[in-house]
C-alpha cells in the first residue's frame, strides 16, 4: 500500500530475497533488487529538483516498472502523487495538477530515472481545493468524470493499510501470490493487484495497456505466469475463459465493477477449477465496502453485492412521508457507506457537503453517498440495482439502462454492450444499444432485438440496435462512455 | 424472402425502424412485433403510410397488431385491400 508500512515491507523483501520476482512485464522479470535499483535512479532525479514548493507530484499512470519505481521513489520522499489516467489531453491534466496544488510532473523514463517538469498555472485554478497532506496521504487518485474533468480523492496512509490487513487476510496474500494487473495503474483496483501484493512479498504481472482487449496475449500471460490472483470487470474474465482456457493456478477470482453474466459465471468457474471467487463492490472514494464470496454450486443470480466489509457500516436510505429517511428491514434505497478504507474527502471542498454526510442514524462517522440503488433482502444480502441517475423513463416506465445492458451482456455472443437513452419525439426517451460481438459469430442486430425482446419488457427493449467489432470508447476508469457514445448518436441522428 | 429494391413495404421497415442496421435477416416471417422492432408507436407511423402510399382509407386498415406481424402479413393486407397497387 502507498504507506510507509509498504515502503518498509518492500526494503525488506529486497533485503531477505532480492533475487524474487516482483514484476513481470513486456516479457521480461524484475526482481526486487532490480525494482529497487530502478527506485534508486529515480529517487536522484527527485532530488536534483527543487521540491521546496511541491505540494503533489503528477505521475501520469504509464503501465511500466519505472513508473512504479518513480512512486515508491516519492513516496520514500514523502511526496504525495496525483495519479491519474495517462489517456487524458495535455489540459485536463494541467488542470488536475493545478488543483492538486502540484506544481511537478513527473514521467518515468525506461531504465530509471525521471524527467520532470514545472507547470506554470492560473493559481486560482487551485481556489477551493485542499492541498494534499503527506502525513495523512501519499497517493491521490481520479474518479472517473463522466462529466468534465475527474475528482481528485487522496487515499489516507492508515485507511490504506487497513485495506492491506483486509485483503491480505481475506485473499491468503504472501510471497507466492502471483496477480493479474488487468486494469491501469490509476484505478483504485491496484491498490490491491499492485500495491497489496508487492506489500506481501509476491509477484504483479502487469497486463500491458495496449493489448487489454486481447484474449489470447491475456490468456498466455496468465498461464505462463502460473497466476494466482485475478481482479477485474467482467470483460477481463470472459476474455480468460474464451475457447475453453483453463488456469489451474489461479486461486482467486475477484468479479469488480459490473454485474458479471450467468455464463460468464459458469465459464469461469470452469475456468478456473481451484479457485474461489468473490464478488467485491466499492469504489475510489471508500474502497471495497461490499463482498459475496460465491459458491459455485450454490449461486444465485443475478450476484448480490453480498454483505458489508468487516468495520463497514451500510445504510439505505429511501423518500419517506416526512422526507429523506432510513430504510429498516428488506426494500430499495440509495446506499450510504462508512468503510474503514474511505478517503477524507475529495480535494475539491465543496464536494463534500453533497457526497458525504454524518451517520443519518445519528453518530460522528461519515458516510458516503454512492448514488448507488441497493436492494436488501429479508436475510441481508444486498443487491446492486443500478445507479440512481441511470433510471429513465420510457414511454412513462421507469426503466433502468443497466439492467437493459445486463440482459444484452448475457447473450453468448455479445462481448460487451451498453444502452443509452436518447431523446425521442414520439416517446420522450428511447433507448439506444451500442453491442460489440464476438469475433466470428453471425449475431444480427435483429437476432439481438429478437433475443431482447424475449427478455425484457416491451418499454426495455432497445428500438435501436448498432453491432460493432470494435471495443466501445471508455472512460479513463474503463466504463463504457455513455456520454461519447449518447454524443456520437445525437450527432450522427441530426 | 425477397430482397430486391422492388419490395417498398420491406424498404420501408428498413429505412423507418431498422436505420443504419444490417437488416439480412428480415426474412419474410420475422416478427416485427415481437421482436418490437415495430412498437406501438411504430404500428401508427406504419399504419399512415400503408393508407398514404396505397390509397387505402385508414378507417378500412385494422389497427390490431397480429395483421401487420410479419412482412408476409403486411403484404397479404396489402394486395387485399388494394389489389391495383401491388
Redesign the interface.
Known amino acids: 500500500m502507498p504507506s510507509p508500512r509498504l515502503l518498509q515491507a518492500f526494503s525488506r523483501h529486497v533485503q531477505e530475497d532480492p533475487g524474487r520476482t516482483a514484476l513481470v512485464a513486456g516479457g521480461a522479470r524484475v526482481s526486487y533488487a532490480d525494482l529497487e535499483q530502478l527506485a534508486r535512479r529515480t529517487a536522484a532525479d527527485l532530488d536534483a529538483v527543487d521540491r521546496t514548493d511541491v505540494r503533489a507530484l503528477c505521475v501520469p499512470a504509464h503501465k511500466s516498472p519505472e513508473t512504479i519505481a518513480l512512486l515508491l521513489a516519492a513516496w520514500r520522499r514523502g511526496i504525495n502523487t496525483l495519479v491519474p489516467s495517462p489517456g487524458l489531453g495535455a489540459a485536463a491534466l494541467a488542470t488536475l495538477t493545478a488543483q492538486a496544488h502540484g506544481p511537478l510532473t513527473a514521467v518515468a523514463v525506461p531504465g530509471g530515472g525521471a524527467i520532470l517538469s514545472r507547470e506554470e498555472s492560473d493559481p486560482a485554478l487551485a481556489d477551493g481545493f485542499s492541498a494534499p497532506d503527506p502525513e495523512e496521504s501519499l497517493l491521490t487518485l481520479t474518479t472517473s468524470g463522466s462529466t468534465g474533468v475527474p475528482k481528485l480523492v487522496p487515499i489516507r496512509t492508515d485507511a490504506f493499510d487497513r485495506f492491506g490487513d483486509w485483503a491480505t487476510e481475506k485473499f491468503g496474500l504472501d510471497a507466492d501470490a502471483r496477480s493479474l494487473s488487468f486494469s491501469p495503474l490509476n484505478f483504485d483496483l491496484a491498490l490491491l493487484d499492485v500495491w497489496t501484493v508487492l506489500e506481501a512479498g509476491g509477484t504483479v504481472v502487469l497486463a500491458d495497456a495496449g493489448a487489454s482487449g486481447d484474449a489470447a496475449y491475456l490468456r498466455a500471460l496468465t498461464s505462463d505466469n502460473d497466476v494466482t490472483l485475478v481482479q477485474g470487470v467482467p470483460l477481463l474474465h470472459r476474455l480468460l475463459a474464451a475457447d475453453g482456457a483453463r488456469y489451474p493456478s489461479v486461486r482467486t477470482v475477484v468479479f469488480t465493477g459490473e454485474s458479471v453474466s450467468e455464463q460468464g459465471l459458469r465459464d469461469t468457474f470452469a475456468a478456473c477449477p481451484a479457485a474461489r471467487f468473490h464478488n467485491v463492490f466499492g469504489c475510489t472514494e471508500t474502497n471495497d465496502s461490499f463482498i459475496e464470496d460465491i459458491d459455485p454450486d450454490a449461486f444465485v443470480h443475478p450476484l448480490p453485492i453480498g454483505a458489508p466489509i468487516e468495520g463497514t457500516e451500510a445504510v439505505l436510505l429511501i423518500e419517506g412521508p416526512d422526507g429523506t429517511e432510513v430504510l429498516q428491514g428488506p426494500g430499495t434505497g440509495e446506499l450510504l457507506v462508512h468503510t474503514p478504507f474511505q478517503t477524507c474527502g475529495y480535494l475539491e471542498q465543496a464536494r463534500n457537503a453533497h457526497a458525504f454526510m454524518p451517520d443519518p442514524r445519528g453518530g460522528g462517522a461519515m458516510f458516503y453517498r454512492t448514488g448507488d440503488l441497493v436492494h436488501r433482502d429479508a436475510d441481508g444480502r444486498h443487491f446492486l440495482q443500478g445507479r440512481t441517475d441511470f433510471q429513465v423513463k420510457v414511454r412513462g416506465v421507469r426503466t433502468n439502462t443497466l439492467e437493459v445492458e445486463t440482459v444484452l451482456g448475457a447473450h453468448p455472443d455479445v462481448v460487451e454492450a451498453c444502452v443509452v437513452a436518447l431523446p425521442c419525439p414520439e416517446a420522450g426517451t428511447r433507448l439506444h444499444a451500442e453491442v460489440v460481438r464476438r469475433d466470428g459469430t453471425s449475431l444480427s442486430s435483429l437476432g439481438l432485438r429478437a433475443y431482447a425482446a424475449k427478455h425484457l419488457p416491451r418499454h426495455a427493449v432497445p428500438s435501436s440496435v448498432a453491432l460493432a467489432g470494435t471495443p466501445l470508447p471508455k472512460t479513463p476508469t474503463g466504463k463504457p462512455d455513455r456520454n461519447s457514445i449518447k454524443k456520437t448518436r445525437l450527432n450522427g441522428d441530426t | 424472402m425477397s430482397t430486391t429494391a422492388t419490395d417498398p413495404i420491406r424498404d420501408y421497415i428498413v429505412q423507418e425502424f431498422?436505420?443504419?442496421?444490417?437488416?439480412?435477416?428480415?426474412t419474410d416471417d420475422?416478427?416485427l412485433i415481437?421482436?418490437?422492432?415495430v412498437?406501438s408507436?411504430g404500428l401508427v407511423r406504419l399504419i399512415s403510410w400503408i393508407s398514404e402510399t396505397y390509397g387505402i382509407p385508414v378507417d378500412d386498415i385494422p389497427l390490431e397488431p397480429a395483421a401487420y406481424r410479419t412482412l408476409a402479413d403486411i403484404r397479404r393486407f396489402v394486395s387485399e385491400a388494394a389489389p391495383a397497387a401491388v
Open positions: 431498422l436505420a443504419g442496421e444490417d437488416a439480412a435477416d428480415l420475422f416478427d415481437e421482436s418490437t422492432v412498437n408507436l
